[in-house]
């Protein structure tokens, strides 16, 4: 032991003045790169991408008043038409004071926050379906909720969606060629999707399942996977689709009630056909910012899931091809980000951000309007929902912190 001691005591071998040098050369190299990194992170956001995203949030909130305030006023303790009005805009100010937060933080500290983040996203997925949770919320038969009451709730799917941008961002874009192969370009990545999917999807809560996956598959696809991993994924989960609706025959009255719900418009087929009842009134140009007739009670989850619908009926196909035109461009606008990023964690990081809010869009239209059967998904900033709206909202700051730092577009 006393042997041991000596030789753990005993010097190191001194530097030659060589290696002396190096070291000095990359502890210099390092102290100029954070500097510059610093520098880069004082320049001005993306002012497109910002007041895109200010527009929709302003929007969104004057449609989600002009749709919740019958429901809020019979179904309130208060009756209070503005309830959720109120409640939104709330949330909406703390979502855009942590837009400007987040836009001036260095998005290169983002990814210390990968790892820590997505093992508290998981553990936040375990504690909703441990039975008898008491802090877990069920609304309409799925327990997707966390809170106390209606004093608090908040959807851990949400903060699950972050984590995996942030955590596949951090870690594909050290690995460059490796993701090629499948043991480091596609085995943990799917292993963590189909985990976090698998969590969600117990809840149930099938659409974010879908978000996760599809923004985890894009990133992954960026970020240099084979197509031919790509094909076998598609091709695989185009099977399983099949198996489950077709042969399993899992919720086959969905499927039905999606294909013709006017075959049972007073049950089953109830919500899309109302949906589809307040598309149609709306016509060319509508019936008028708060004349709408199907949020009278008449259409479930009006200021909610289907607002979409609210706005068709009332703004008509021109107001509504004008929001969708608002989303169109914000999504664009991200991507054109993501691609004058400085680095590739920076463009990932976009990507996926980007990615999720061009899904979420998608989906929720292609629902209310009929395209897609029902499934519970929101309208990003929109449907009733302040934490998301918040989450969301912090989401667009991430991508005005990468915005700072681009690099400047060529010239001539």
Not at 95 to 101: T, V
């Amino acid at each position: 032991m006393e042997k041991n001691l000596r030789q753990s005591r005993r010097p190191r071998r001194p530097m030659t003045r060589e290696e002396a040098l190096k070291r000095q050369e990359r502890q210099q190299r390092l102290r100029e790169k954070e500097q510059q990194s610093r520098e880069l992170a004082r320049g001005p956001i993306d002012l497109p991408f910002f007041l895109l995203t200010l527009l929709l949030t302003a929007v969104g909130l004057v449609m989600l008043l002009s749709a919740s305030f019958p429901s809020a006023y019979y179904q309130t303790s208060n009756h209070d038409p503005t309830h959720y009005f109120t409640r939104q805009a709330v949330f909406a100010v703390m979502g855009i004071a942590a837009m400007l937060l987040l836009s001036k933080i260095n998005y290169q500290r983002f990814r210390g926050m990968a790892k820590p983040l997505l093992y508290v996203s998981i553990a936040l997925l375990l504690l909703v379906i441990i039975p008898g949770n008491p802090l877990a919320v069920t609304r309409n038969n799925a327990t997707r909720w966390l809170g106390i009451g209606e004093l608090f709730t908040f959807q851990p799917s949400e903060i699950a969606k972050m984590a995996v941008v942030i955590y596949f961002a951090d870690s594909i874009s050290k690995k460059k060629d490796r993701m090629q192969t499948f043991r480091y370009g596609v085995a943990p990545y799917a292993v963590l999707l189909l985990a976090v999917a698998f969590l969600v999807g117990l809840e149930p809560h099938l659409s974010g399942a879908l978000l996760i996956l599809g923004a985890g598959a894009i990133m992954m696809l960026v970020g240099g996977i084979n197509w031919r991993w790509v094909g076998i994924a598609m091709g695989g989960a185009g099977g399983l689709l099949y198996i489950v609706l077709f042969v399993i025959g899992y919720n086959t009255s969905r499927i039905e009630m999606w294909r013709n719900p006017f075959i049972d418009a007073a049950d089953k087929g109830y919500q899309l056909s109302q949906s589809l009842i307040a598309i149609g009134s709306g016509g060319l140009l509508g019936l008028g910012l708060g004349k709408g007739r199907q949020k009278f009670m008449y259409l479930p989850e009006e200021h909610n899931d289907f607002i979409f619908a609210i706005i068709c009926e009332e703004l008509g196909l021109i107001g509504a091809t004008f929001i969708m035109i608002l989303f169109a461009a914000l999504i664009l606008r991200g991507y054109w980000i993501a691609l004058h990023a400085r680095d590739r964690f920076g463009s990932l990081l976009v990507v996926g951000v980007t990615s999720l809010i061009a899904m979420q869009t998608f989906l929720n239209i292609a629902v209310v309007t009929g395209l897609l059967p029902t499934t519970g998904i929101s309208l990003p900033f929109f449907s009733y929902g302040g934490t998301a709206l918040s989450i969301q909202l912090a989401e667009m700051g991430i991508v005005l912190s990468v915005s700072r730092q681009m690099r400047p577009p060529r010239t001539g």
